[in-house]
């Protein structure tokens, strides 16, 4: 028989009070890299029902998500304090599933999910999926697939904040 080997994610925040906080992780997701880092800086410091109502305005191409990190040739939308956004829809499709997990985990621990405040969302690059389309004359053309994972931590409002480590 082979011992299967479960693998074991860790997350990039420190410090935390694990009986007040709850964590979330989405991995390999098969999104933009650019849309997620925008969409988690959106998110993050915002209760947990106003992150999801927030993600479902941009699935239902209501509310734009401001980008401020990669935002050349971003067309101008009407958001407060920001002048360039985009409705990233697949990317808002995948972190609010897991947001709903990060809830799932929070009545897990019997935590008052009305008085969670996003701490910590953070994406990271994952692996690259190499494919190669065929051309003529023998030549290919790289098609490369770039994975991202998704982390999310909440707290309970009234426990203390940890600092991130960067």
């Keep these: 028989m082979r011992d299967e080997v479960v693998p074991h994610w860790g997350y990039s925040i420190t410090g935390y009070d694990p009986e007040r906080t709850v964590l ?3 991995r390999d ?6 849309d997620a880092v925008e969409v988690c800086r959106a998110i993050r410091g915002l209760r947990v029902e106003e992150a999801e109502r927030l ?7 209501r509310r734009p998500i401001p980008y401020r990190r990669f935002k050349k040739k971003v067309a101008h939308k009407r958001i407060e304090g920001w ?5 990233p829809v ?4 995948h972190i609010l599933k897991v947001l709903q997990n990060l809830k799932a985990n ?19 690059m994952g692996r690259k999926i190499k494919k190669y389309i065929p051309r003529a004359f023998g030549r290919s053309t790289p098609y490369f697939q770039q994975l991202v ?14 600092e991130e480590s960067e």
Excluded at 55 to 61: A, C, F, G, Q, S
Excluded at 90 to 93: C, F, G, L, T
């Design 24 to 26: 979330a992780s989405g």
């Design 106 to 124: 929070a009545e897990d621990k019997a935590l008052d999910v009305e008085h969670l405040r996003i701490i910590h969302a953070a994406a990271q």
């Design 83 to 87: 002048y360039a956004g985009r409705y």
């Design 90 to 93: 697949k990317a808002a499709k």
């Design 149 to 162: 994972h998704i982390e999310l931590a909440a707290v309970e409002e009234g426990a203390p904040i940890p």
């Design 29 to 34: 997701l098969p999104i933009s890299f650019k």
């Design 55 to 61: 993600l479902k305005d941009v699935i239902e191409m």
